[in-house]
């Protein structure tokens, strides 16, 4: 469901009185409820080149768990989540902070996280269409001559990378990599559901005019070792989006996605290293937009 325009200012940064805040990734600050639990809360702000940048983007954050949580619900029937369904009230008890929380925070299962991002690619673009370029092949996998930028691959690729900390940047390794750090069996079992979560979800979303280009998935593990869809979901954070009535090969298509802030961050005199450039207000309007629009097409 698609939330209003809030008249609430944007959320950078929460400090939340009743709980103990015990991480702070690059969007999402995390509270500790009890051994079982947490409180995940989808701040609007926004990454690039693994860098935060200074300035919230307005709704963003809204928009990202909304999706989120359309997503969980619709692959369901593929894997398990860590959603508990428990409402915020039940742990939040200050109403100020209960109106910023308003459909950013979700109260989710604590649990083993696998040390992986699951990077699974449709098109040749971003890192994948440099690697091609170099190599003819995407992660070590060998592709046939003549790709061009922008096309469908022939196959979905798996293309896992490591978890970097935070200021770090995510490494793109082998399959074999992979295997070496959480095991064959546990790496084949988090390739497979990958795969099926996005081509599931890419038909999806060609029915409603986007085409997911690529995305990443972090998963986590239950007792017993069964996968739990973790983090966010198909997300433009997490995901590029085309509009898929203006794709075609050969260019970086438009898109829903912050890859129209790493476009404008390209034109600057920036080294990609922290502290990232305030961004100009036109900017910011318009990808607050381009989020509320992919929230629009794909839950409406």
Same mark, same amino acid.
């Given at each position: ?25 690059? *969007? +999402? !600050?995390?509270? #500790? ?7 995940? @809360?989808?701040?609007?702000? $926004? ?44 742990? *939040? +008890? !200050?109403?100020? #902070? ?7 925070? @979700?109260?989710?299962?604590? $649990? ?189």
């Amino acid at each position: 469901m698609l939330p209003a325009a809030t008249a609430t200012p944007p959320v950078h940064t929460t400090n939340l009185r009743g709980l103990k805040k015990i991480h702070s990734g690059k *969007v +999402r !600050d995390i509270y #500790e409820i009890d051994a079982e639990s947490m409180l995940i @809360v989808t701040t609007d702000r $926004l990454s690039a080149f693994d860098v935060v940048l200074p300035d919230p983007i307005p709704d963003k954050g809204r928009v990202l768990n909304s999706i989120s949580n359309f997503w969980f619900e619709k692959t369901r029937h593929i894997v398990p989540n860590h959603l508990t369904g428990r409402k915020l009230e039940e742990v *939040v +008890r !200050d109403s100020d #902070e209960l109106a910023m929380l308003a459909d950013r925070a @979700v109260i989710v299962k604590k $649990l083993k996280t696998v040390p992986l991002e699951a990077v699974v690619r449709g098109y040749v673009i971003g890192s994948g269409w440099k690697d091609y370029q170099k190599t003819g092949a995407i992660s070590g996998i060998k592709l046939p001559p003549g790709l061009k930028q922008a096309a469908r691959l022939p196959q979905t690729l798996f293309t896992p990378s490591t978890k970097a900390a935070m200021g770090e940047h995510d490494e793109t390794i082998s399959f074999e990599q992979a295997s070496a750090i959480v095991g064959a069996e546990l790496a084949a079992r988090v390739r497979d559901t990958a795969i099926r979560i996005y081509e599931f979800a890419a038909e999806h979303a060609r029915h409603r005019g986007i085409i997911i280009a690529d995305t990443k998935f972090e998963f986590a593990q239950n007792a017993d070792g069964s996968l739990v869809l973790i983090d966010e979901v198909l997300t433009p954070d997490s995901s590029r989006f085309w509009p898929a009535d203006t794709w075609k090969e050969g260019i970086s298509p438009p898109s829903f996605d912050k890859q129209f802030v790493r476009d404008y961050l390209e034109t600057l005199d920036w080294n990609k290293q922290a502290p990232g450039p305030k961004l100009p207000a036109d900017i910011i309007s318009k990808t607050s937009s381009n989020y509320r629009e992919a929230l629009k097409r794909l839950t409406a």
